[in-house]
């Protein structure tokens, strides 16, 4: 009792070290995890809604074995959870186009105005051109070797030739029969007018069965007819002949002409 007596301080010490070993333990470990956190990239850093804390990824920024770079999180509607926005980079030739925008705008230049041809806008010309061989676009009429002026009254029948034969045919169809009759008119062999062209005997039924007189061009037709003679072709200049193959009684040309194409119901010789 006496030896209990002269120490009785050395219980409370013991306790008082033990404090001390303690807390310097878990001030080391404290110190520890601060370390960890400033080393990790925050671009690992996601939480999902479903855990109890955030989860890292390691140092090269994955997490669910996807590469995360960069990354916006922005809160979704209130809920707890985080979704990542990642940038989309602009294809190449839109980057070289903002780049030419960014230089145009510092040097003060203007975008340059796109020119365009005045018989872009397509009207039924007065006058069409051509040449021994092929029939020119109104900005070639230079190179013309003879014109021929179209009247309203041939540009009319123009207009329902095309409408009485090709009605059901797609647009191209149509201007490939507008295309036939101009060839047939720059063409020795045939009249030497379009008027001529179409009544010539035996050439366009419709002219036989009346249906010509009968019908009115619609408005795929006036434009068929406007983009030939503007020097559109849907088939070549040495195109002088079509027939349906399904409808013709006469195949004479099919089998004595060289074919050069289809379109829709109709197949065209040269």
């Given at each position: ?17 033990l ?36 989860t ?49 705008v ?5 975008k ?17 051109y ?10 070639d ?61 035996a050439q ?35 195109t ?24 829709g119901?109709?197949?065209f010789y040269?």
């Amino acid at each position: 009792m006496e030896i209990v007596k002269e120490h009785r301080w050395f219980a409370p010490l013991l306790s008082v070290l033990l404090v001390c070993i303690l807390g310097i333990g878990l001030y080391a470990e404290v110190q520890q995890t601060q370390k960890n956190l400033k080393n990790t990239p925050m671009q690992s850093l996601s939480w999902s809604g479903n855990s109890s804390s955030p989860t890292y990824g390691d140092r090269m920024g994955t997490h669910n074995g996807s590469n995360r770079t960069s990354p916006i999180f922005v809160a979704a509607h209130g809920q707890s959870s985080w979704k990542e926005i990642m940038p989309t980079p602009l294809p190449a030739s839109q980057m070289k186009q903002a780049e030419q925008v960014r230089n145009n705008v510092a040097t003060g230049k203007k975008k340059p105005e796109v020119q365009h041809s005045k018989s872009a806008i397509l009207t039924p010309p007065t006058t069409i051109y051509f040449t021994k061989t092929k029939m020119l676009t109104q900005d070639d009429k230079a190179l013309s070797t003879w014109s021929y002026p179209v009247s309203a009254k041939e540009l009319l029948l123009l207009q329902k030739i095309v409408m009485a034969e090709a009605e059901g045919e797609p647009y191209e169809g149509k201007v490939a029969v507008a295309n036939v009759v101009l060839n047939r008119l720059r063409s020795a062999p045939f009249p030497d007018t379009i008027q001529a062209v179409i009544y010539q005997k035996a050439q366009f039924s419709p002219v036989a069965n009346g249906r010509l007189r009968r019908v009115q061009p619609n408005q795929d037709s006036i434009r068929a007819v406007t983009a030939a003679l503007n020097g559109h072709k849907a088939v070549p200049d040495n195109t002088c002949f079509f027939l349906s193959l399904t409808l013709a009684q006469d195949l004479t040309v099919h089998h004595s002409r060289t074919k050069v194409k289809t379109i829709g119901h109709h197949t065209f010789y040269k």
